[in-house]
């Protein structure tokens, strides 16, 4: 059974760096598209972008100019940079895996980042 | 960027009763390229049905999808009290991928 699981700082200053990384076990992490997916307090879903096993990212366009994806496979991990941070990004972030880079089938639990200073 | 608009904000219905939630695009969701999820309070979001009908294995098949181009509905036949949570439509015909607001199905 493929598991997914957030880390990274809970708490980010306005215009620092959000960093997040998520640790895949139970599964390759090979041929999948490796995604991560956003949720403001009381509000609805917003996709972040993702990346491909091998490297290649899309990225949301309202959000391409301040994210980066990487992906670790010798670490099963896969990561998320989010630089300039204001309030309107907290939010828990969930990472999960997707097929073909479409519907996404495997989630992480969720880790709530708060912008605040 | 095509945008996803859930209907009914809120659903109150009581278990027993037949559940239909409607995801309309500003635009055509090319080869029916529509998924649909439900997220319980403190949960991540669950797969439920993925190329406007087809079911995920291991979805109930109380669960079943429908619609092309700009209308998709999902419907619930009998409602069970674990139904009761919020949906959300995806879809993933075109880059950015983007999800409707979320449909809450509450006990009435």
């Known amino acids: 059974q493929v598991q997914l699981q957030e880390s990274g700082p809970g708490l980010v200053k306005p215009s620092e760096t959000l960093s997040l990384t998520c640790t895949v076990s139970?599964?390759?992490?090979?041929?999948?598209?490796w995604g991560w997916i956003r949720q403001p307090p009381g509000k609805g879903l917003e996709w972040i972008g993702y990346?491909?096993?091998?490297?290649?990212?899309n990225y949301n366009p309202s959000l391409r100019s301040r994210v980066t994806m990487s992906v670790a496979t010798s670490n099963n991990q896969f990561s998320l940079r989010l630089t300039s941070v204001t309030t309107a990004d907290t939010a828990v972030y969930y990472c999960?895996?997707?097929?073909?880079?479409?519907?996404?089938?495997?989630w992480g639990q969720g880790i709530l980042v708060t912008v605040s200073s | 960027e095509i945008v996803l608009m859930q209907s009914p904000g809120t659903l109150s219905l009581s278990p027993g009763e037949r559940a239909t939630l409607s995801c309309r695009a500003s635009?055509?969701?090319?080869?029916?390229?529509l998924a649909w999820y439900q997220q319980k309070p403190g949960q991540a979001p669950r797969l439920l049905i993925y190329?406007?009908?087809s079911r995920v294995t291991g979805i109930p098949d109380r669960f079943s999808g429908s619609g092309s181009g700009t209308d998709f509905t999902l419907t619930i036949s009998t409602l069970e009290p674990e139904d009761f949570a919020v949906y959300y439509c995806?879809?993933?015909?075109?880059?950015?991928?983007?999800f409707g607001q979320g449909t809450r199905l509450e006990i009435k």
């Open positions: 190329g406007a009908s």
């Open positions: 990346i491909y096993y091998s490297g290649s990212p």
């Open positions: 139970g599964g390759s992490m090979s041929s999948f598209f």
């Open positions: 999960a895996r997707s097929e073909w880079g479409s519907v996404y089938d495997y």
């Open positions: 635009q055509s969701v090319s080869s029916s390229y």
């Open positions: 995806q879809q993933y015909g075109s880059s950015p991928l983007t």
